[in-house]
């Protein structure tokens, strides 16, 4: 999947992290106002079974009324372990509410912090091939022998073998001293006998596709980009079956 069509697909998961986490904030927003409203009547409730408790016995004392003051208390009790078992749920539920909306708002910063990268990256990219078109010229290029000075074509195929064959000698090295290198790089600071292990800071480098961003904010269009210097290769084709045969004649009658 291109950058292009990746960042298409993450704005799409992101507009619907969007959507949910609105979705989730409306909900904790009204269970948290029925929560509230619950705990207000239950208190309200308890509130009347206490008076009617109170009531219950100065009629008690008093000697007349027991028998109604005794049902408004029932009818009270009943009433507020219903309200109370009520405000449970609705604090329950919005204690849900707010889980599944943090839930939502975290996956949104995930999901925005994957595409701000991927858009980042394919500004960058954009950036590179719209400059590309714009470069300036690339650096002085090697300077070659005009056609009058070439050397001939045994001398140009004798040192293109030998570069063939040190090349592939200090390539050979090179890996062996990377896979070395790779060994030593396990190994934390410090002294080990002749060996001193230490490690500096590698500096800093330009993050393109930042500025890239930058420029694109600022009204600035592009960043400018210079163009590189040519890649050299040497190519060396095998040499022909007939000469291989004239050389090894040659060494059998040496």
Do not use: C, S
């Amino acid at each position: 999947m291109n950058t292009t069509a990746k960042a298409a697909q993450q704005i799409t998961r992101l507009v619907e992290a969007q959507d949910t986490l609105t979705a989730g904030r409306r909900q904790e927003a009204k269970t948290a106002k029925a929560a509230q409203r619950a705990t207000t009547r239950a208190k309200a409730a308890r509130a009347k079974v206490t008076e009617a408790r109170t009531e219950l016995r100065k009629v008690e004392r008093a000697g007349k009324g027991v028998a109604a003051a005794t049902r408004r208390l029932h009818t009270r009790l009943e009433k507020a372990v219903i309200l109370e078992q009520a405000a449970r749920v609705a604090r329950y539920e919005a204690r849900q509410a707010a889980r599944a909306a943090a839930t939502a708002a975290r996956r949104l910063d995930r999901l925005a912090l994957h595409a701000a990268a991927t858009a980042t990256r394919m500004v960058g990219e954009v950036a590179q091939r719209l400059g590309e078109r714009a470069a300036t010229p690339a650096p002085e290029q090697d300077k070659t022998l005009p056609v009058e000075e070439l050397p001939t074509v045994t001398e140009i195929e004798a040192h293109a073998e030998r570069f063939k064959a040190l090349d592939a000698d200090a390539k050979a090295t090179a890996k062996q001293a990377d896979a070395e290198k790779k060994w030593l790089r396990r190994l934390p600071v410090g002294q080990y006998g002749r060996v001193t292990i230490t490690r500096t800071n590698g500096g800093t480098v330009i993050d393109a596709d930042q500025v890239a961003v930058a420029y694109l904010d600022a009204g600035l269009g592009v960043p400018p980009r210079k163009g590189r210097k040519d890649t050299f290769k040497v190519a060396l084709a095998e040499a022909p079956a007939v000469e291989v045969a004239e050389d090894v004649a040659l060494v059998l009658t040496a």
